[in-house]
């Protein structure tokens, strides 16, 4: 199948120039003006923009957590995810106790096979390195495409690990090349606030976020980079929220370490007033680190446009308000910890990034698209619009009115972070490799269209392959 997407302003996360883009068998195969070839398909992007398919680096489908588990399954996760413009996404697939690691990944792929609506890899989310997988499996995982090492550095007595286990997992990726991943809180210090606090009598949703201080998070983002150096590991660090976390990765990143740091679209947004919304509400907005105050909305702006912080993702970890969220009513500490988000990123960055004037176009598409796929082993097969990669693309309608709320969204969440919020700028046209996924607000693809990506190394180009018979 070709297609031809005529006129748009093909933007990249370094140009931004009006153009026909050319795709056949499911690669991008000509990009140029007034492009005189026949195609099955003709798309007229005049006055839209064509962006690469977004990518997610940090979704949560299918997760079992909190005694729950996430509400949205691969099928349903990566739909919403289409019709937000995200093409492709890495999830953790988090190693249960006592498993191996191949005995994880067997878990994680059976709940997708045959469901996938977009492309994906996986992340391990490493939990035991004694009764569990070993280092040699561990070391192993890059030849199977993981090559990315996520460690929790909070929620102790679930994922949590210790210095141990997170020391020698960076001593594996310096050897194997996969890039360590950090949830960095400091899990022992939130967990005696937690029980003080509980031992008090506070049992409402905003201690959640008072016992999860912005020190803790700025400890253990310090420290994760410092024994990250030491093993020579590359680190990435995951939502980061606040000016303590964003502080020592800017100095890491000035003295040349091989560190990088990870915001998501509600950090932007959200804060300690929503987690103090009357009657139970603030449970919606308790996800960890948690909420903050307001003031660093201006840190985290300042951070992606300094490239302190090189990407944004969504942490989509949603749990329904009605039956989940609910098991904490009465103990905060009970709340399974998550959010929603995967189909709203492009929207609202592109409402209070690009059209506030906060961040260009084309950084907006180097957050959202071409670092992801840098930092995670994807580029220059996706990430970006260039003869041979993948045809993952967005024709993005930029006067296109939309108000964002659960109705319209295609999550199975009850619930909508930014419920009412209006927005100018959305998808029109969504394509994965040159197949349509969504186009006017419909979905046109079926599930099983979605494939694996074996990732290549942190630091190593993945190159384009046909996928299909010509
Ligand atoms: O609250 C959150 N973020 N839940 C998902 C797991 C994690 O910490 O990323
Ligand atoms: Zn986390
Ligand atoms: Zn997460």
Partial sequence: MSVLIKGGLVVTASDSTVADVFVDDERISLIGEDLDVQADK?????????????????????????????????????????????????????????????????????????RQMIDMGYHMA????????????????????????????????????????????????????????????????????????????????????????????????????????????????VHVTCKEAVDPIAAARANGWDVWGETCTQYFFTSLDDISKPNFEGAKYVFSPPVRDKSNWDVLWNAVRTDALSAISTDHCAFSFEGQKSLGKDD????????????DRLRMIHEFGVRAGRISLNRMVELLATNPAKLFGLYPRKGTIAVGSDADLVVFDPNKQVTLSVQSSHSKVDYNLYEGTQVTGSPEVVLLRGHVLVENDELVASPGIGQYVARARYGEELKPVRTSVA
């Fill in 332 to 343: 905060f500490s009970k709340i399974p910890n998550g959010g929603p988000g995967i189909e």
């Fill in 42 to 114: 003709v798309i007229d992007a005049a006055g839209k923009y064509v962006l690469p398919g977004c990518i997610d680096p940090h979704t949560h489908l299918d997760m079992p957590f909190g005694g729950t588990v996430t509400i949205d399954d691969v099928e349903s996760g990566q739909t919403s995810a289409a019709f937000g413009g995200t093409t492709c996404h890495v999830d953790f697939c988090i190693q249960g106790k006592g498993q191996t690691f191949a005995q994880a990944l067997d878990d994680w792929r059976a709940k997708a096979n045959g």
């Fill in 126 to 237: 490493v939990t035991d390195l004694a009764e569990g997988g070993t280092l040699e499996e561990l070391a192993s995982l890059p030849e199977q495409g993981v090559t990315s090492y996520k460690l929790f550095m909070a929620y102790k007595g679930a994922l949590m690990v210790d210095d141990e286990t997170l020391f020698r997992t960076m001593e594996v990726a310096a050897k194997t090349g996969a890039l360590v991943m950090v949830h960095a809180e400091n899990g022992d210090v939130v967990d005696i606030l937690v029980r003080e606090a509980l031992e008090a009598g506070h049992t409402e949703p905003l201690y959640h976020a008072l016992t999860r201080p912005p020190e803790a998070e700025g400890e253990a983002t310090n420290r994760a980079i410092q024994l990250a150096h030491l093993a020579g590991a590359p680190l990435y660090v």
